[in-house]
């Protein structure tokens, strides 16, 4: 069974680093049609992915938040981290992240983990 | 960069059939395949359709997809009170290398 698991603190503070941690399981994260997203959602709003790391450890970044997003992934503890710096209210919402699988065709995202909720106050 | 438009709400009675749309806002649309997610309040989103048209094994087959062009739709037969949902399409962006998402669309059943 595939499982992914998001875990972070619920609470930072404007300006702080923010750092979430995505557990998977049932899969690895070097197979070669497989990769990790992290998408956000803000309270009442829609769906935005933030940034994906592939089997081959290739990164990338939404073009608005890519001077604060980093993305890496350990390996051997099978987890894949995301930080995002200079924290604002705007961040608050809940992360996801989810596992990318792709044909030479067609990709998609299954199963998501369930969110991790993120607020940003002082 | 694509842009996926959804309208913002949608509405049915049970057993209706409902379409629900998303459109692409660059000819780069046509090239690329479609994800559709529902989102069940206070849920993660789940993946419903896949390459515009495949349905992961235990989705019902009342949600079917298609595309064609700069369009796509979610169709949703024999409506049922469950169904209320918001509902995602996404696509994979090859000059971004990521994800694109629609605005959503609110899913109410009378």
């Known amino acids: 069974q595939v499982t992914l698991k998001e875990s972070g603190p619920v609470l930072v503070k404007p300006t702080e680093t923010l750092t979430l941690t995505c557990a998977v399981s049932?899969?690895?994260?070097?197979?070669?049609?497989?990769?990790v997203s992290w998408i956000r959602q803000p309270p009442g709003k829609a769906l935005e992915w933030l940034s994906h790391i592939s089997s081959n450890g290739d990164t990338s970044y939404a073009t608005s938040l890519k001077a604060r997003l980093t993305i890496s992934r350990d390996t051997s503890k099978s987890q894949v981290v995301l930080t995002m710096t200079n924290m604002d209210p705007m961040d608050t919402g809940t992360y996801y992240c989810?596992?990318?699988?792709?044909?030479?065709?067609?990709?998609?995202?299954?199963?998501w983990g369930q969110g991790t909720p993120v607020t940003v106050s002082s | 960069q694509s842009l996926l438009t959804q309208p913002p709400s949608a509405s049915g009675t049970p057993g209706q059939r409902v379409t629900l749309s998303c459109s692409g806002g660059?000819?780069?649309?046509?090239?690329?395949?479609l994800n559709w997610f529902q989102q069940l309040p206070g849920t993660a989103p789940k993946l419903l359709i896949y390459?515009?048209?495949y349905r992961p094994s235990g989705v019902p087959d009342r949600f079917s997809g298609s595309k064609s062009g700069t369009s796509a739709s979610l169709a949703i037969t024999g409506l049922q009170s469950e169904d209320e949902a918001d509902y995602y399409c996404?696509?994979?962006?090859?000059?971004?290398?990521?994800?694109?998402f629609g605005g959503g669309t609110k899913l109410t059943v009378l």
């Open positions: 049932g899969f690895s994260l070097t197979n070669a049609r497989m990769g």
């Open positions: 989810a596992r990318n699988l792709n044909t030479v065709a067609y990709r998609w995202m299954d199963p």
């Open positions: 996404a696509a994979w962006d090859d000059s971004l290398n990521g994800w694109v």
């Open positions: 660059s000819s780069s649309f046509g090239d690329t395949t």
């Open positions: 390459n515009n048209n």
